[in-house]
């Protein structure tokens, strides 16, 4: 089916662990972007892609590694895990259009991975 | 840092009823987005208008843009309890190309 697929939907860990989000999207979109979602804090973009093997910081990146070697997908890896690192990660995509004016498109999002640190 | 800071906080209404919610923003923008988000969902693209556009309509969806006071408001006619969601405004700025700018949303409770 198309769409912007996460997994795991749910995943626990301890402190320290390694942990990899994955993110697939179908619509070979351009534009790909790492999101957390805390109480209080609304959204918060952790990285974002332009295309692969293009990749830029948002706005909190620390603690936290992306990579786009294929276009459909874009995994977000936390190094070593820490519990202010708890929350609900979002992945979404979004075209490139050619005109700079109107650029700022839409973006779909996936539904979510709820992630806890012990 | 949020761009856009919503109000209000939460929005309880009966069925039936319109629901207006608003969104402010700081800095120039080229569009500005509505979307919602249900409950252990991710969230869905409702509306986009452009900086040059003050009024859009999509539907029960009425978005209002008023650039000389940074905000925007969202406005949901005869609300249905599948109304209920959380909204957030999102902003589009200019020279940051793809990114956008999310505020901190607006939990909508419609009841029968």
């Known amino acids: 089916d198309a769409g912007i697929t996460q997994s795991p939907r749910y995943k626990i860990t301890e402190t320290g662990r390694q942990v990899t989000l994955m993110c697939h999207q179908t619509w070979s979109h351009s534009y790909m972007f790492w999101y957390r979602q805390d109480l209080g804090h609304g959204l918060r973009l952790i990285y974002y892609?332009?295309?692969?093997?293009?990749?830029d910081k948002g706005e909190v990146p620390d603690g936290y590694v992306v990579s786009r070697s294929k276009t459909e997908n874009f995994p977000l890896t936390l190094e070593s895990a820490t519990r202010s690192q708890t929350s609900v990660y979002f992945c979404?995509?979004?075209?490139?259009?050619?005109?700079?004016?109107?650029?700022?498109?839409?973006?779909?999002f996936g539904d979510g991975t709820r992630l806890s640190i012990l | 840092s949020q761009q856009g800071e919503e109000d209000p906080q939460a929005l309880s209404i009966q069925e039936g009823e319109n629901a207006t919610m608003n969104c402010s923003y700081k800095?120039?923008?080229?569009?500005l987005q509505w979307y919602r988000q249900n409950s252990g969902r991710g969230l869905v693209h409702l509306i986009l208008i452009r900086s040059n556009e003050r009024e859009k309509h999509s539907g029960r969806l009425r978005v209002t843009l008023d650039t000389s006071k940074k905000s925007s408001s969202l406005l949901i006619t005869a609300s249905r309890a599948a109304d209920t969601a959380s909204y957030f405004c999102a902003t589009g700025n200019t020279g940051t190309a793809s990114k956008l700018t999310f505020g901190t949303g607006t939990r909508l409770q419609v009841t029968l």
């Open positions: 800095t120039s923008i080229n569009n």
């Open positions: 892609s332009a295309a692969a093997d293009i990749t």
């Open positions: 979404a995509s979004s075209e490139r259009r050619a005109s700079n004016v109107y650029s700022n498109q839409p973006q779909h």
